[in-house]
């Protein structure tokens, strides 16, 4: 039986970075990457132009702002969270290795966001909170690294028409998606695929709401309930 590549499929060290350039080689110059994430296929820019034509190729609402590509230590650095909030999150990184997204506050003023055009800003924020994706695989990782060393904030949202379902392979996303694209890369499948079209679950960690029921919801419940007797609503 023939192996079916999976996003989270070990990948050289050596082809990791070179992807990750690839992709900030497209970013830079002003133009959309597609790449895989263990949650979905994404969809990505960092200047207006690209995130304009990113809402424009999903038909997606401005009233849904797109979500900024992290790890916990941009979260730190940019979201305003008490530590007692902070150790969730890192419980739910480095003791069960689960892949969501945070809300909360943001530091306005800080360098990289300083750095962000005032349009990507403005639609990729809400009520002074920022949406930020966290630990949605190895290259997700490797793209926030080199976000923050490069002081480039990248933004997105899944590569699919707006509320047609996430896309776990390359070729499953719509055509008028993927030819707003300079670059798409193919990992295989992401590695939670499934079949109700879920994304990354989204949690506001102001008052632990659930913003989106994503993928992992039930575990990551499950470990608010046990280890922090947090009932998500």
Do not use: W
């Amino acid at each position: 039986m023939l192996h079916e590549a999976r996003t989270d499929d070990p990948r050289p060290a050596t082809l990791l970075a070179q992807d990750v350039a690839r992709i900030f080689e497209v970013l830079q110059r002003g133009d959309i990457a597609i790449v895989p994430l263990d949650v979905a296929y994404a969809i990505i820019g960092i200047k207006s132009k690209a995130i304009a034509e990113i809402f424009a190729a999903k038909q997606r609402s401005f009233d849904k702002p797109s979500g900024m590509f992290g790890d916990l230590v941009l979260s730190n650095e940019l979201h305003i969270l008490p530590d007692e909030t902070r150790e969730i999150a890192r419980t739910l990184v480095e003791k069960h290795n689960l892949p969501f997204s945070i809300v909360a506050d943001y530091r306005a003023g800080h360098p990289l966001l300083d750095a962000v055009e005032p349009f990507v800003l403005e639609n990729s924020t809400k009520g002074g909170t920022l949406d930020m994706l966290i630990n949605a695989g190895a290259l997700h990782n490797a793209i926030a690294r080199t976000s923050a060393e490069r002081g480039l904030a990248v933004f997105g949202s899944s590569a699919n028409r707006s509320l047609a379902g996430s896309k776990y392979r390359l070729q499953d996303i719509e055509p008028s998606v993927r030819a707003a694209a300079a670059l798409a890369i193919d990992y295989g499948t992401s590695k939670y695929a499934d079949a109700e079209g879920r994304s990354s679950t989204i949690i506001d960690f102001r008052n632990f709401t659930v913003v989106r029921r994503g993928v992992c919801f039930d575990q990551i419940r499950g470990i608010f309930e046990q280890e922090f007797g947090i009932a998500l609503t």
